[in-house]
């Protein structure tokens, strides 16, 4: 009886400690990553020549991140999760109209993506949030689709991720302050 106490203790302990251990990406992993894809964010930019400013026809969803600003930490973690796939999505699609590098590009897929991995082991179930979807969702057919996936369409998405992965650390920094 002792025994399986006291293996259902350490098994308990070892899941525990596990977990904490693939959140420790969070503090030491995540702010240095999105600092790398920002930088290649603003590379792109200053390789981005002669290009004429485009109205945004889609709204930034402030709403989104205000509501889970208030959430569980295991929200933020899903909605940080979803921001970042969300942005990868975006940047697979068709580029070439880009003044970008395809190493600029892949780059900042790669660690994008690497963040979204390991803060997804973080959360233990990953609900997507509908209106950040959609939202993502209307940027790739408003801007990209209907501008024929042009150089200006492009530089709406750059902006546009940076904006997110801007938000995406400061919802991070949060957790840090929560913990």
């Not at 609900?127 to 990209?144: A, E, G």
């Amino acid at each position: 009886m002792i025994s399986r106490v006291f293996f259902a203790c350490l098994f308990l302990g070892l899941v525990t400690a596990g977990s904490s251990l693939s959140c420790r990406w969070m503090d030491h992993k995540f702010k240095q990553h999105n600092e790398e894809t920002l930088n290649l964010l603003d590379t792109m930019a200053n390789n981005s020549t002669n290009i004429t400013e485009v109205e945004v026809t889609v709204a930034f969803p402030n709403h989104l991140y205000h509501q889970v600003s208030k959430s569980s930490v295991e929200d933020k973690l899903a909605f940080t999760v979803q921001i970042l796939e969300e942005v990868a999505a975006l940047f697979e699609e068709d580029h070439s109209s880009a003044s970008w590098e395809d190493s600029t590009v892949r780059n900042l897929l790669n660690i994008v993506n690497k963040q979204a991995e390991e803060l997804h082991s973080c959360v233990s179930s990953l609900s997507k949030t509908t209106k950040l979807h959609m939202y993502f969702k209307r940027l790739s057919h408003h801007i990209l689709k209907e501008m024929d996936h042009s150089a200006e369409a492009w530089e709406v998405i750059r902006k546009e991720a940076k904006a997110h992965l801007m938000r995406a650390e400061q919802l991070a920094s949060s957790l840090h302050t929560a913990n």
